[in-house]
């Protein structure tokens, strides 16, 4: 009986709206349809709560509502603007947070959809280490379920006592479409304390060339670490140079801009920004002058998708004026100015107020209106064609590319998702349980990090010996050639990360690298371009 009556509603509800639809379809559209006031939004918003109270089977809560609806306003803008709402807000623990008491877990998230999503991961530190990537999804904290809504709420909770641990529950999607579940105990510490220059050394000493990895821009001893970093690679004779800014989150625009200083002439601009409001606007330019004259070795800039924000607009800006090319993928596409405001409650809305171009006039930022949050971050770096991107001339007349990224002057292959073996290896910590103890046992081999970077191989028995020990732990390994060039480049890079921490990994990654190899085979046009200066 109860089914029937709810037939009948639906019924009559149709039989009332079904004439007036084909009313409106059989009639000419003639009419202009008047754009609605601000007015009758907010009337039609009064009245949707009014019925929603009255009629809604279910005790709702109007406050819960209305935040919901202040949420929805505020993603409708843009994807990266958020309110943190004073109920959750504690001004003891943020003061403290702001003043450097609390320690952050080195771990970057992003809000996708509603889901705290980990962007980036601090190099120089213990998570680094703990095969944690970007695009895991973090599902609870210590156990429980995460309460915060933004990036920021979530570093302020996740803060604490120097040296301390949180357990962080995270899900990953492997390349298979199993969904597997990781728990790591992440120690706080502040990624300042850790050079973001973790790899500098010569690549190729015959052909003088230097490779130089920046990870973030977070402190403000980048462009300082840099300067050393460069006097040193030029003191051993370096002529050309590998700048690395792949999975470089960004940070401070302010140190992006001191760091393209170490290459280009002061009173360069590094950026512009415009706002609605004039206090916005800006031209950001090289400010200090590190060289007395400039360098004039031809640079190749290494990118790909989680190269972002900061460290867009060094790429941006090395590019435009011609001063390096830009090989890899298409980098993130995020360059917004952010302002937070205060609310009359306490609450905070993290707002964006204006928009990031490069020195000749691209638009970094992809776009976001007309995209659904889901493709907006599944399609971050997107190498699409170039036909439909904003472009401008670079110095030198060159045309370059933007709306969604700094589109690379050379693009390189797309990197193949890992194998489900070396995946469930990796979740499983069997690659760091097992190094740990050969490492030990080959001491005496393992002299120096050069000497392993001259001869990039282990013993075939250090690869037999460790399938067998992922074999007994359930992971079975395949014994094809190209499995084994595989397997000996992921277990010399791990043998050179417990050896030698930061350096041994990045300087054994380099060498490995099948980018970094392209890069090496580029210099020939990064010297015609530079030529054009």
Known sequence: MRASRVFGTVSLLVAFIAPQLRAQAAAPDTTVIRKRTTYEDLQ???????????????SVDSHELLMAAIQGMVHAADPHSFVIPFVRLSPAREAAYKAGKLFPVPVEFEYRSGAPIVSAIASGTA??????????????VDGKPVVAESADELNVMLAGDKGTSTTLSLERLRSDGSLARLERSVKREKVEESSAVPA???????????????????SDKVADDLHDALGKLEGKGMKRLILDLRDN?????AEAAHVAGEFLPKGAIVYTAEGRKSAETDTGRVSRSFWRSERRYPIVL???SGTASASELVAGALQDHDRALIVGHTTFGKSLLMRGFPMADGSIIELVVGHVRTPCGRIVQRQYHGVSL???YRLAGADRDTASRPSCKTDGGRVVYGGG???????????????NWLARASEDDLLLRWTGGWVTANAAALTTVEALAANPTLPPAAATDFRAFATKNGVAIPTDSATDVMLQRVLVRTVAATKWGDEGYYRLAAVTSSEVEAARGAFGRAQSILATR
């Open 127 to 140: 998570a680094a280490r703990q095969d944690i990537l970007p695009g895991d999804e973090l599902v609870a």
């Open 405 to 419: 990224g700094i589109y690379p002057d050379l693009r390189l292959p797309d990197v193949p998702a890992a194998p």
């Open 200 to 218: 500098v050394f010569m690549l190729d000493q015959a052909a003088g060339t230097g490779y130089v990895r920046i990870s973030n821009f977070m």
């Open 302 to 304: 290494l990118v790909n």
């Open 374 to 376: 889901h493709d907006y």
């Open 249 to 253: 989150g960004g940070g401070s625009v």
């Open 44 to 58: 039609m918003f009064s009245q949707v709560l009014n019925q929603i109270r009255v009629n809604h089977p279910d």
